[in-house]
């Protein structure tokens, strides 16, 4: 079973990784959905015992418990995981209120043309100055 | 006076009475475990150095507080800045009393290090005071960067000294360190340090620059505390740098390097706190050009000479302030003539000059004494140089003072608070009583010099009215001295020259090409990793999956991989994950994002199905839960966005060589996790795992879902951080979706 597992959470963190690497943003965040599942996946799947659930009284010579510690962590994970996707989500939301988009290819455009104008407007002083250590006048404070 | 500048000064006095009472009881020892494991101590103990550098940082330090109560609130106003930020400055002031009061106690060398890196912390917020002026900001950056890197070399050394002689307590290495590799290597790297903080040539540029920080600052850090930190340390690793002869003519080398570098640039400054540096930077290289003759000679003059120094240099630091105050102005040609305007202000410099210069009837005459004795016992060369370096300080000193209380001006004198002129007066008085009557410092500087000497070192101070060789090199010195002074207007121009080769080619354009070339560099490596989002997962993703494969290739496999049996009984499982993987896939294909969705959910579910087949009936139904929440989300999100949008994202294609890319690092990505959790699955069954121990410890905790025990009760602070995270995501969302971000 150990390759089984691990084969399935290839397929889906691979999967995940795909939907990472797309400019939309909407797909970004549902693989980052699929990276988690394959973290708790992983999780659930490393437990040292397999077997019926770990809830008292276990009748002791029948079948073992299940690994109660990996389930404790995995519950963690997949709550922990929710929350931040939610929060990935709201964050979408806003970004395309304000940008009218939720394409990275769009917003890193923007931001270059952004950035391109900023630099028109107020062009980088040259090093010795930007660093505000000019030769002649330095400045003495009273 | 504010509160809190009462407290400052309170502080400061309470400092000095403690010091001075715990000195007169026979001393002071605190030596607690800090880090056992590393050996570290907690061990401060109050010695004859510690003692020196601990009432001169705590006594000038009342005096310049008292200062700083009146100058503070009128600098403040002068910026169009509250007067409640007050507070700030005498806290840094107070701090960094406290850092310094540590660093001269200190006896183990990591706490030493450990304060002497508070001290820059606090010099950084100081210098940086006036946070709206950029040039100060630079110039406080300028200090931190210059010390604090130079800081990690002391640090090296003494990681060097511990390897080698496996203690970090000064003593405990004075008493078993030899000549070799590695006292010269951890010396060298000490003394770089000390003679940075101290502002020594090559690094003395950033003194001049701190001058952007308020005076009372200056007055305090550039004369008593920060920058004779460099010295102390020099004098408190002594015992180990004169086992190496070599390091001590490194010293001697600097030293003069700096006498004549700050000694010709406060000569050339016509900005009074500028002139001030300079200078500062030549009388500390007297200072480290004693400690590099050595002996008892040198280590009793280099005593004496901080003490006399600390004292008048922060009454002339204070009398620029005042001067400036009073006047508006602070060029050495714009003023004059403030004798007959300000009088006590001029007496009480005019001792503070007397005593740099070494003029009789004071404190400072001593100093100079010793300093011929040393370099006379030196050798000819180094006695003539001893007597070009008194000459110019005799020469920049007497300009100073003459420029701003002799002669005439236009300008226009204003009242100033008797707070900025007393204390100016009491320094002088002490430096003139210390040249009638020199007992109480030359003990104070004995039993300093006795610790940097490693023996006695007797501190004989007495006027001789012969021709004894110090008398006779005195009286060349002030001749010498007052020449230059009458001759300077001619040596403008070549002062000037060299002032401009020095800022053209000197040490501060290796420091600001340095920072302008870091910055380019991490300019450009910002670009190319962070373009965008997904290239920065690639940065992260192909770099690590290729250390990974690598590590696997690497590893020997023999028995590390084992298949695992699958029973007929695993079918529904494997049949499940087999529906989560296909799932998987085809979150990769659909354009439309409701599939998507649907997609990500038919995965979810089927986990949920893994888990219950697992044997995790909790984490099943908060998977089956979760998941549903999910779908509802996404649907939310989707009816948020106008659906055209969604569309045009949909029909969005990328290019070939872009999904080629994507799907070679995907694949690679799968491939690797794969292997790294099959390797982690076929790791051996340890002997006690923990489960069991929570299964037989339910049952105590009352509990019968022993998952529910191990989250409420045994890891129940896990799960009261993880409820936090889950209610402050919860708190951004609202303020997201409904708060003021709403465009």
């Not at chain 1, 209120?97 to 062009?123: F, G």
């Not at chain 2, 920058?227 to 004169?242: D, E, I, K």
């Not at chain 2, 060589?657 to 070679?664: E, F």
């Amino acid at each position: 079973m150990n390759l089984v597992f691990a084969a399935a959470i290839g397929v889906i963190f691979g999967a995940g990784v795909h939907l990472l690497l797309q400019a939309d943003l909407l797909r970004v965040v549902t693989g980052l959905a699929l990276v988690a599942n394959a973290a708790s996946l992983t999780l659930m799947s490393s437990g040292l015992t397999r077997g019926r659930e770990p809830i008292l009284p276990l009748t002791g010579d029948a079948e073992p418990a299940s690994d109660p510690v990996v389930q404790a962590l995995t519950l963690t994970a997949i709550v922990i995981g929710f929350a931040t996707t939610a929060l990935l989500l709201a964050l979408i939301v806003v970004l395309y209120r304000r940008r009218h988009s939720v394409d990275l290819d769009d917003l890193s455009r923007e931001e270059a043309e952004a950035a391109a104008r900023d630099e028109a407007e107020e062009p980088a002083l040259d090093a010795w100055r930007e660093l505000g250590l000019e030769v002649d006048e330095p400045e003495v404070a009273r | 006076m504010s509160a809190s500048a009462i407290a400052a000064v309170a502080v400061a006095a309470v400092a000095f009475v403690a010091t001075w009472a715990a000195w007169a009881a026979g001393g002071f020892a605190v030596d607690v475990p800090w880090a056992p494991a590393w050996d570290l101590r907690l061990s401060l103990e109050l010695d004859g150095l510690g003692l020196l550098y601990a009432l001169l940082a705590a006594g000038v330090g009342v005096l310049v507080f008292a200062y700083a109560s009146a100058y503070v609130p009128r600098h403040l106003a002068h910026e169009g800045r509250p007067r409640r930020e007050e507070a700030r400055l005498h806290g840094a002031m107070a701090l960094f009393l406290v850092s310094m009061l540590g660093l001269v106690l200190a006896r183990d060398l990591v706490l030493l290090f450990v304060f002497w890196d508070l001290t820059a912390i606090a010099s950084w917020l100081l210098i940086g005071f006036d946070r709206a002026n950029r040039s100060a900001r630079l110039s406080a950056l300028m200090a931190l960067l210059v010390t604090t890197i130079t800081a990690v070399l002391l640090l090296v050394a003494i990681l060097v000294l511990r390897a080698e002689y496996g203690t970090t307590q000064i003593d405990e290495l004075i008493a078993v360190a030899r000549p070799g590799w590695a006292v010269a290597l951890a010396g060298a790297l000490i003394a770089a340090a000390a003679l940075a903080k101290s502002a020594q040539a090559p690094l003395h540029f950033w003194l001049p620059r701190a001058m952007a920080a308020p005076t009372p600052v200056s007055a305090y850090l550039h004369s008593a505390a920060m920058v004779a930190a460099g010295v102390f340390l020099v004098s408190r690793a002594h015992p180990l740098l004169a086992l190496e002869p070599a390091l001590l003519d490194g010293l001697l080398a600097i030293g003069l390097l700096s006498i004549a570098v700050g000694g010709l640039l406060a000569l050339w400054a016509t900005d009074l706190k500028r002139l001030l540096a300079y200078s500062t930077v030549s009388q500390y290289g007297y200072v480290v050009v004693m400690l590099g003759v050595g002996g008892a000679a040198g280590a009793a003059g280099a005593c004496l000479y901080v003490l006399a120094h600390a004292l008048a240099k922060s009454a002339l630091f204070m009398t620029a302030g005042a001067v400036t105050e009073a006047t508006g102005r602070r060029e050495l040609p714009r003023l004059g003539g403030l004798a007959r305007r300000m009088p006590l202000l001029a007496a009480g410099s005019g001792a503070a000059v007397a005593t740099l210069a070494a003029l009789p009837l004071t404190l400072g005459f001593f100093k100079d004494e010793l300093f011929f004795h040393a370099a006379a016992e030196r050798g000819t060369w180094l006695a003539v140089a001893a007597v070009a370096s008194a000459a110019l300080t005799l020469a920049y000193l007497g300009r100073f003072w003459g420029g701003v209380f002799l002669g005439r001006s236009d300008a226009e004198v204003r009242p100033v608070p008797r707070r900025l002129v007393w204390p100016v007066v009491a320094l002088g008085t002490l430096v003139v009583a210390g040249g009638i009557a020199p007992g109480p410092f030359a003990a104070l500087a004995e039993d300093g010099a006795a610790v940097t000497a490693g023996g006695p070192a007797p501190v004989d101070v007495a006027y001789h009215l012969d021709g004894r060789t110090e008398n006779v090199m005195a009286l060349a010195a002030w001749l010498a001295g007052a020449l230059l002074l009458v001759a300077r207007p001619r040596l403008q121009g070549a002062l000037s020259a060299l002032a401009r080769a020095g800022e053209a080619v000197g040490p501060e354009r290796v420091y600001t090409a340095s920072l302008a070339g870091l910055n380019a560099l991490s300019n450009r490596i910002h670009d190319v990793e962070v373009r965008d989002l997904r290239a920065r997962i690639a940065a992260v993703l192909v770099p690590a999956s290729a250390l990974i494969a690598l590590g696997v290739v690497l590893t020997p496999t023999g028995g590390t991989y084992a298949v695992g049996p699958v029973e007929l009984e695993d079918l529904p499982l494997v049949l499940v994950l087999a529906v989560g993987a296909l799932a998987a896939l085809a979150t990769t294909r659909p354009r439309r994002h409701l599939r998507l969705a649907l997609a990500l959910s038919a995965v979810g579910f089927s986990l949920a199905v893994v888990y219950a087949l697992l044997g995790g009936a909790d984490i099943a139904l908060v998977a089956v839960l979760v998941e549903t929440l999910f779908a509802l989300l996404f649907v939310g999100v989707f009816s948020l966005i106008p659906a055209r949008e969604l569309r045009r994202e949909a029909r969005r294609r990328s290019t070939g060589r872009t999904r080629a890319r994507n799907l070679v690092i995907a694949a690679t990505s799968g491939v690797v996790t794969t292997l790294v959790a099959w390797g982690a699955f076929s790791r051996p069954i340890p002997d006690d795992p923990a489960a069991e121990r929570y299964l037989a410890l339910a049952d105590d905790a009352h509990g019968k879902d022993v998952v529910t025990v191990i989250l409420a009760d045994f890891r129940g602070l896990d799960t009261l951080v993880e409820i936090t995270v889950v209610l402050v995501a919860a708190i951004a969302v609202a303020t997201l979706l409904h708060g003021r971000f709403r465009a």
